[in-house]
């Protein structure tokens, strides 16, 4: 199954880069949306709404994996079209990401594009605004309910203790700076792992630890 390499960028420029990377051929996203903004009464036209789009994750762009090589030489370019941009690495090498770990931003870049399009298709102005205002207010409320949700996965993951064997290689689940990286464990005390990366050996809670073969066969 393909994979996403991380690419990085300044927060302003994360749309223009995922913008002027597939304009060059590349496999390239970030999720974003689309917002209206008024902007000021002083100009010739008066007060008026314009549509934005801004990142929903910035400074991030997700690129195929299989242009690593490509998009590693892009980058160190001084002199490109596109914004200037860095292959996300972690002990020399840049993480993978499995299609499933993004598939939450794509489903809200989605539930925000159908939203917005209710807004344009609303036959008056006080009608798109009750929907922009409704569509705040759900968004609140879906973050609350997913928040309460992941206190309830994560509270539960953490009362199962760890059993891996010491020399397991692992992947490290929700924790973004080790996505993809591959560790062995050393040691575990039910609660926690010791996990060894390189040289560097870190105490990790256990829930996070998943066997690297089961890892891969849920991507």
């Given amino acids: 199954m393909s994979r996403w390499i991380i690419l990085r960028t300044s927060g302003g420029q994360t749309v223009q880069l995922a913008e002027a990377l597939r304009a060059a051929g590349y496999d390239a ?37 299989e242009q690593l090589v490509a998009l590693a030489t892009l980058a160190k370019r001084p002199f490109k079209p596109q914004p200037d941009f860095s292959v996300f690495t972690y002990a020399g090498k840049a993480p993978e990401i499995a299609d499933r770990d993004v598939r939450g931003l794509q489903e809200e870049e989605a539930r925000a594009a159908a939203a917005m399009q209710a807004i344009r298709d609303a036959e008056t102005h006080a009608e798109a605004e009750r929907l922009r ?24 993951l953490r009362s199962q203790a760890c059993t891996l064997a010491p020399g397991t290689e692992v992947h490290i689940a ?20 010791e996990v060894r990366f390189g040289t560097q050996s870190w105490k990790i809670e256990g829930w996070r630890v998943l066997p690297a073969d089961l890892d891969q066969l849920a991507a």
């Fill in 29 to 65: 996203w970030t999720p974003a949306r689309t917002i209206r903004k008024t902007i000021g009464a002083g100009t010739r036209k008066g007060a008026r709404q314009i549509e934005v789009t801004i990142p929903i994750l910035a400074t991030f762009v997700f690129a195929r994996a």
């Fill in 174 to 193: 929700d924790m973004p700076a080790l996505v993809g990286v591959t560790g062995v464990v050393e040691a575990t005390d039910g609660s926690y792992a």
């Fill in 133 to 156: 205002i409704a569509e705040i207010r759900r968004a609140g409320l879906r973050r609350q309910a997913e928040r309460a949700a992941e206190r309830q996965r994560r509270a539960a």
